[in-house]
């Protein structure tokens, strides 16, 4: 065995430095301003690069067009939700993100730990949700001012700036909204405010006024995080209650405390309200933390010089934040029940999104009807957003039903007759030529499969009928239905895996 490894680790001592290069090179890079270019281009890069492991999804426009981005990373139980870039200036945060997601899946990927964490291990158990660039139209001002809008609001984004077309010290999006202002915590007594659109202070006609924020609103609601971080960069400090309930306090300021100590950021209260972990602290009833991570500037963007401090002190401290989200996610109720999806015309119509309510609650619904999982939830929710002119016709809710198509854990059979046929009734037509004995097959239980059993495939339904000898009597058996191929040319994703015992 010794011999073995250190053979092993020869050999990739040899192939090291030809490997290396491509293996490990960084594709976020945090040593100069960084822009909202940069970042889709980046994500493309680790959607590429990371395959499963990173997803990356569009969530919405801006009013400038612009696009927010969310991306997953790990398949957790657990759900964490970090962003950057509330604040226009404060993009620094956003560099953070970016670098967090690449560190933790090249982690994943070489299965090493960080900080004594196994990222692995954790990332199986927590799902990591980032939201990079909250305000892109305002990070795109600070960094490039006039010259990345059209002439026709120069006039009105110079007055919004006080006159001055110098936009270094802009904070909010570039309708003049103060994005972290803007959530339904304390917003009617929220101080220190501009009374109309200004690059700074300005807290909006009414919560959720900006769709920036209303997208934050949507993906937080459909998430329902275990614990969110919201990045900012002002003044190495970490805020983190915001009229915590008292029966919350000790586990939030435990929570808090953890990442204050791998951080260095001195813990301190929330007071200014409307601010999006005053929301989670207040609606939610969970953990939602506000690390500034640097030394404050004055009125400008922190220099990108300073990135590798606030890496040092936050690299960890994101880790330990998706270990904690796992502790309260086991002590939610959860409603774990799956059911076979039965899908027809009519549960087609009723995927499509209505201007009746809001998307996160059409989102929620459907979920809640066909037994969606998070990521489709996700998914479908990304297709609202970016879906311009839905009707009940359109054959684009087809296409998406069967990127959602669901197949599930069936419940373990008891005294089942000898000569059973089973049928498995799937949510969407399959092509019968898909079926072979490679991917339909019951199993004994010393693992061989049976001879034999006849398998049909009519529409939706796959009829598995038993072997010429019959099932034997008190033995049990594993169906397995796997892989097949719907007539629109999709692969079911999850496998019917169903045991059964024979009478
Ligand atoms: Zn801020």
């Known amino acids: 065995m010794k011999k073995l490894s250190i053979g092993i680790m020869f050999l990739g001592l040899l192939l090291a430095p030809f490997m290396g290069s491509k293996a490990s090179a960084n594709i976020v890079q945090t040593n100069d301003t ?85 990222v692995k291990d954790l990332l199986h158990n927590t799902t990591m949700w980032f939201v990079p660039m909250v305000n892109p139209d305002g990070v795109t001002l600070q960094q490039f001012g006039l010259d990345a809008f059209p002439k026709s609001v120069h006039n009105e984004l110079i007055s919004m700036n006080n006159g001055s077309s110098n936009f270094d010290r802009w904070k909010a999006n570039a309708q003049g909204i103060d994005l972290n202002r803007q959530y339904p915590a304390g917003w009617d007594s929220v101080i220190a405010v501009n009374p109309t659109p200004s690059w700074k202070n300005y807290k909006g006609d009414h919560p959720f006024q900006a769709p920036e924020a209303k997208v934050m609103r949507d993906i937080t609601y459909i998430l329902d995080p275990d614990i969110t971080l919201a990045y900012h960069t002002a003044g190495q400090i970490l805020y983190w209650n915001f009229n915590v309930e008292q029966s919350n306090l000790a586990r939030d300021r435990r929570i808090a405390s953890k990442f204050s100590t791998a951080s260095g950021y001195r813990m301190v209260d929330t007071h200014s309200g409307a601010g999006y972990t005053d929301w989670i602290n207040q609606d939610f009833d969970q953990p939602g933390l506000t690390p500034e991570l640097a030394v404050y500037q004055g009125e400008t963007n922190v220099d990108p010089s300073k990135f590798q401090e606030a890496w040092v002190r936050n690299k960890h401290a994101g880790l330990a934040m998706a270990d904690e989200g796992v502790k309260i996610h086991t002590k939610k109720e959860k409603n774990t029940e799956q059911k076979t999806v039965y899908v027809d015309q009519k549960a087609k119509t009723n995927i499509l999104p209505s201007n009746q309510a809001a998307p996160y609650e059409q989102v929620q619904n459907v979920r809640e009807n066909y037994h969606l999982t998070l990521p489709e939830s996700v998914e479908l929710y990304s297709w609202y957003q970016n879906c311009q002119a839905c009707t009940l016709q359109d054959q684009q809710a087809a296409d998406i039903f069967d990127e959602l198509v669901h197949f599930t854990e069936k419940d373990s059979k008891k005294n089942i007759i000898q000569d059973k046929t089973w049928t498995i009734t799937l949510n969407t037509e399959m092509d019968a030529s898909s079926a072979t004995k490679e991917n339909v097959y019951v199993m004994n239980q010393e693992g061989s499969k049976i001879t034999n059993p006849s398998i049909k495939v009519d529409g939706k339904r796959v009829m598995i009928t038993s072997p010429k000898s019959n099932y034997q009597s008190g033995k049990s058996y594993t169906l397995y239905v796997k892989e097949l191929v719907s007539t629109q040319g999709k692969k079911m994703e999850h496998p019917v895996e169903m045991t059964f015992t024979v009478e």
């Open 34 to 118: 960084y822009t909202y270019d940069m970042m889709e281009k980046d994500l493309d890069s680790l959607d590429e690069q990371f395959k499963d492991l990173i997803e990356v999804y569009n969530i919405g426009d801006t009013p400038y067009g612009r696009d927010l981005y969310l991306v997953k990373v790990g398949y957790g139980d657990a759900n964490v939700i970090y962003n950057g870039s509330h604040h226009a200036r404060e993009w620094l945060t956003t560099t953070l993100n970016m670098k967090m997601m690449e560190r933790y899946a090249q982690a994943y990927n070489s299965n090493s730990s960080l900080g004594g964490y196994n």
